[in-house]
């Protein structure tokens, strides 16, 4: 099993800026593929992000492609994301992922394996 706990969320202003992490559990997390979701209220889980296991892949939606920004640093067994630019519609309960393969290409949620709890981000007009 793989444990995941994210943190970084709160409250931002429109326009600012904000770094998520995820840490997880065990020692073979470079083996894990990594996303990010998120679920506003009344919506459904969307995909946000992916990296490669060697973090030299990354998948992004166009949605938060050009502020959003997903890295991992192996040895601290995280991943973070850094969101730049937010708007109001950003507001969600973000979680992050881990999958038992290598690429970065994989964009639903029935392809992963574990999942954190979330952490809300409000981001006030």
């Known amino acids: 099993q793989v444990h995941l706990v994210e943190s970084g969320g709160g409250l931002v202003q429109a326009g600012g800026s904000l770094r998520l992490s995820c840490a997880a559990s065990?020692?073979?997390?470079?083996?894990?593929?990594m996303g990010w979701f998120r679920q506003a209220v009344g919506k459904e889980r969307e995909f946000l992000t992916a990296?490669?296991?060697?973090?030299?892949?990354?998948n992004y939606a166009d949605s938060v492609k050009g502020r959003f920004t997903i890295s991992r640093d192996n040895a601290k067994n995280t991943v973070y994301l850094q969101m730049t630019s937010l708007k109001p519609e950003d507001a969600a309960v973000y979680y992050c992922?881990?999958?038992?393969?290598?690429?970065?290409?994989?964009?639903?949620?029935?392809?992963?394996?574990?999942w954190g709890q979330g952490t809300q981000v409000t981001v006030s007009s």
């Open positions: 992922a881990a999958r038992r393969s290598l690429g970065a290409g994989y964009v639903s949620i029935s392809q992963y394996d574990y």
């Open positions: 065990g020692r073979t997390f470079s083996g894990y593929a």
């Open positions: 990296i490669s296991g060697n973090g030299r892949a990354t």
